[in-house]
């Protein structure tokens, strides 16, 4: 059993930068890839990026592409989400999770273990 724990999230305005991390215990975290995701209000949960396990790969959704950057220290269970130029429409509550490697990352129903999520607002 692996218990994920967001955190970082917050309200930030148009254009700024925010830095989200997501601790991994229970597990053995070097063994699995990290996504994050993110679901707005109304919406279904939408795949940001993902990380493989040694994080020498990482993949991107169009819409962060240049934007975000995911990074992991194995050392310490944690997986970052670091975003800047934010966007109103980046409002959402973002997750963090784990998929075995070889499974499809771009599908929720992929991921295993999901954390809480933790809230991020960017005002105009």
């Known amino acids: 059993q692996v218990q994920l724990v967001e955190s970082g999230g917050g309200l930030v305005q148009a254009g700024g930068s925010l830095r989200l991390a997501c601790v991994a215990s229970?597990?053995?975290?070097?063994?699995?890839?990290m996504g994050w995701f993110r679901q707005a209000p109304g919406k279904e949960r939408d795949f940001i990026a993902v990380?493989?396990?040694?994080?020498?790969?990482?993949v991107y959704a169009d819409s962060v592409k240049g934007r975000f950057t995911i990074s992991r220290d194995n050392a310490q269970n944690t997986v970052y989400l670091q975003m800047n130029s934010l966007k109103p429409e980046d409002t959402a509550v973002y997750y963090c999770?784990?998929?075995?490697?070889?499974?499809?990352?771009?599908?929720?129903?992929?991921?295993?273990?999901w954390g809480q999520g933790t809230q991020v607002t960017v005002s105009s």
């Open positions: 229970g597990g053995t975290f070097s063994s699995y890839n």
């Open positions: 990380i493989i396990t040694s994080g020498g790969k990482t």
């Open positions: 999770a784990t998929v075995p490697p070889g499974r499809p990352f771009l599908r929720v129903s992929s991921y295993t273990y």
